[in-house]
């Protein structure tokens, strides 16, 4: 692990890893009560991920809801709170980072066996 305000500590990684740790923690000791929703999931089929993330909380994706997500997947507004980013934003994330960066993460996330989390 690199020191305390490092690359890896702007990204959040650390944050992310040990709330990783924490909710597989809470998800084996609570069964049924937790569900994971992958982003790349969520950006590659938004209905149907809402669909599914709705029904574990025995709720129903209503019309309205569905329209919304198709709304906000229509049109792209750069600010940077804008529900509206387009389909063309969905995995520039992925571009953002440096090889050694990507690397790194991959290795601490297999590590701390959190692999079902990657890519």
Same mark, same amino acid.
């Given at each position: ?14 944050? $992310? !890893?040990? !709330?990783?740790?924490? @909710?597989?923690?809470?998800? *084996?000791?609570?069964?049924?009560? @937790?569900? +994971? *929703?992958? @982003?790349?999931?969520? +950006?590659?089929?938004?209905? =149907?991920? &809402? ?8 709720? &129903? !994706?209503? +019309? ?16 940077? @709170? ?10 520039? $994330?992925?571009? =953002?980072?440096? &090889? =050694? ?10 590590? &701390? ?7």
């Amino acid at each position: 692990m690199q020191e305390e305000g490092g690359v890896r500590g702007l990204l959040g990684f650390d944050d $992310w !890893l040990s !709330l990783g740790l924490e @909710y597989r923690a809470e998800a *084996v000791a609570n069964p049924g009560r @937790y569900t +994971v *929703v992958r @982003y790349e999931d969520l +950006v590659r089929d938004p209905i =149907d991920t &809402a669909r599914k993330t709705f029904a574990f909380c025995n709720l &129903a !994706l209503s +019309v309205e809801t569905e329209a919304f997500i198709r709304t906000s997947q229509s049109k792209f507004d750069p600010r940077p @709170y804008s529900i509206f980013k387009g389909e063309q934003l969905r995995f520039d $994330w992925q571009n =953002d980072f440096p &090889a =050694d960066v990507l690397r790194t993460i991959e290795a601490e996330t297999l590590a &701390a066996g959190l692999g079902e989390y990657l890519i």
